[in-house]
């Protein structure tokens, strides 16, 4: 659904509540946490944009039952390449996202496979950061790190951006939505749906 003015105003209460709560001295968020997030090599013809949630169960379902085999017979060749951009859903994905993107960009795509394979243990806990917290340690984040990019207006602003601009820009209404060639598929796609989309994209032998 198209954001509303109470989605909005979530947002902007999380934001100011999580500026409030920043400490006089913690580590700065690395510059890279706004960078884009591309799974498969840049070199690869064909570019696969994908707006998600990570609060989303559609998209955890194409990310842990399909996603594998695009990886595998699309991304891994050298084919496709995904660029993943967060369209957060609620307060809890944007916090999922703040987090994710708090990490090393090579640290990024295992944790989202974390967070989609454990989606119902931590979306809907009583208080998310917590377990949101835990997983971002075993990718080596600490608290203060994560404290620090919660902390920040405009590393949640971006992740908000990307939603505006994922519905301005290409009609995204809903999770998970791909962007092939101009054109917006909504919903999980299956993996041959995939591929007959990427395929006539793909260089000719």
Known sequence: MPLS???RAIFLAASCLLSSAALAQTPAVPQTATA???LGSPDAPVEVIEYASLTCHHCAAFHTEVLPQVK???IDTGKVRIVYRDFPLDRVGLEAATMARCLPP???FPVLSLLFAKQDDWSHAKDPIEPLARIGALAGLSRQSYD???ADRALQDS???SRFEGEQKHGVESTPSFVIDGKTYKGVLSFDTFSKAIEPLLPKP
């Open 5 to 7: 003015r109470t989605i």
């Open 148 to 150: 620090a990019c919660r």
């Open 72 to 74: 595998k017979e699309l």
């Open 106 to 108: 090579e640290r990024y």
């Open 36 to 38: 884009p997030r591309v």
């Open 159 to 161: 992740i908000v951006q």
